[in-house]
């Protein structure tokens, strides 16, 4: 089973038909960055069109249930997420309404203050807001996963300790491997795990010891070492895939509307756009090279499908659960 | 099983339980009149609260088995509808957006003129427009209701004909016995029960014969009346109950934001507010009344089963299926 942990690709026939090819059976997808409400319910109506055209390659994901269903009928459930609290607005009656529509995962923060809780990018960390205990009890009620990966440390170790469930960083490593500002240090990653949470590998150059050019063994023996340290049941992968997407994209990821200057977040200005991908992992066809790269690096069967999609399902199960009363 | 097609009360602790001790399984409740798609979602939020507040008395009903699930735990099964097609704006991708909120009933018009179709207030009529049309085939797609309660005549005859769905005038009466404006012809009531709709007998005063002065027994031989020349299974009860609710709000529904001046609809000048209700159905404690007295007008307990909600029941399960591909 595989299962990814986020991925925000521009989507096409070519992409769904290249999930199936690699055998993925459920991806967690960006569906807003800073989208608000009804700029998110649009983007959801293009998956509904995505949904209704393409029924034999996607369908769309509520529960763990539909990843089995997927797998019988040899398609990819698609789970939506969003990376910024902005869909939601100031409005805690639209988690539920969200929720609702199929949100799964919801970042309290992307690189800047929300009014939930702080980026990673910003020179102080006051920790949750008011508005953000709030929202995380009412993810807490519906169902909804609290994800961290864009958040700062003291956020993200409050958000662990806040949450009555389990909490997620999609798609980051740790930063004593590669020390990007968005990797995560090992207190963070303890918060998370020791909470039953989980971390999601990035495949995302900026987050890759040497970038682009990292080799496949020292991705594999990174998560090794994590799975050692940390618990292997709490990890798994978030690609962070970006496939085919223009520049113009990740200029809208950096800069929204929050800002006026250009803000390169990870670039710089002599590379402002997307880095290229390590040649071991170009797209969805390519889930294989990581399992044979842990297979390479020592670890057992049991691990690697753990680590591959198992964990995941297993936190979907029991995170994704009804609004009670229905 | 007593299920009501239509009610718009200022909902309350109080009603819900007049609700059990009417023994209401199921009702279609009002949630837009005039309201744009952010401010329905706003209703739904507060209809959220409401499940969450009183989840011994009532549930979100999605499908038929949400009456079987509210009957078997003593509840009442809330379904929601729009009385104009204001919450999809101009956007036929909100139809699956709002269905997925779980609505199920929408007027393509409301007295007036809309995006769709024509209301029963207008001068002409010139029918299911284009927009009405793909609108139509998209209802149809999802699995929600075209309701044509407030709706034209050669509007409801075209929508009857155009969808492969049978269709719905949930709240309104033969307009022979009462010709008030917004009751039906015989050419409507048999375009809609001929493709196996519904109509749903309204006990709002201003669409009874005498109005509020109506008698149980006047009430009930019209019912069996209609039921003689169009068929008993194509009927039910959409009660049009507007309980406990403020004269701004019967101004609300009339006027919206289409007019400075003021419109009476059925009213007028020197009656503007609700009108008082039959002594014999003041809210959802007098079904029983109802079922007394087409007892005694001599319709069988097979026939007032039916009547009381078997009906409804049935079209509910026919027509409320899920999103094919899902």
């Not at 939506?80 to 309404?97: A, H, K, M, R």
């Not at 990890?235 to 929050?258: A, F, N, T």
Request: hydrophobic share 35%; proline share 4%; aromatic share 10%.
């Amino acid at each position: 089973m595989i299962i990814d942990g986020l991925q925000y690709a521009n989507w096409s026939e070519k992409i769904f038909r290249q999930m199936r090819e690699g055998g993925v059976d459920a991806v967690h997808v960006t569906i807003a960055y800073h989208e608000n409400f009804r700029e998110t319910v649009l983007n959801i109506e293009k998956w509904n069109r995505w949904f209704e055209h393409y029924p034999d390659l996607i369908l769309k994901g509520r529960w763990a249930s539909d990843i089995d269903h997927a797998r019988e009928t040899g398609r990819t459930a698609i789970f939506f997420g969003f990376q910024n609290p902005s869909p939601i607005e100031d409005d805690i009656g639209l988690v539920e309404v969200l929720h609702d529509l199929g949100a799964r995962f919801m970042q309290l923060s992307y690189n800047n203050q929300s009014l939930l809780a702080t980026g990673c990018y910003e020179a102080e960390d006051p920790g949750i807001t008011r508005m953000g205990r709030q929202v995380i009890k009412e993810m807490n009620r519906v169902g909804m996963v609290v994800d961290m990966s864009h958040s700062a440390d003291r956020s993200t170790i409050e958000a662990a300790e806040i949450s009555d469930r389990p909490i997620a960083i999609t798609h980051a490593n740790p930063h004593a491997w590669q020390p990007a500002l968005r990797n995560k240090r090992d207190e963070v990653i303890r918060a998370v795990t020791e909470n039953g949470g989980m971390l999601g590998f990035s495949l995302y150059p900026h987050h890759l010891k040497g970038k682009g050019a990292c080799t496949l063994e020292d991705f594999c023996r990174m998560i090794a070492e994590t799975a050692d340290r940390f618990g292997v049941d709490h990890l798994g992968i978030g690609s962070d895939l970006c496939q085919d997407q223009p520049d113009s994209v990740v200029e809208w990821m950096r800069v929204g509307r929050w800002t006026k200057d250009i803000d390169y977040g990870e670039g710089s200005a002599s590379a402002p756009g997307f880095p290229p991908m390590p040649d071991w992992f170009r797209d969805n066809r390519d889930f294989g090279n990581i399992e044979s790269g842990l297979r390479a690096v020592g670890m057992s069967d049991t691990e690697i499908a753990g680590l591959m999609g198992g964990n995941w399902y297993r936190f979907f199960e029991e995170n994704f659960t009804g609004v009670p009363g229905r």
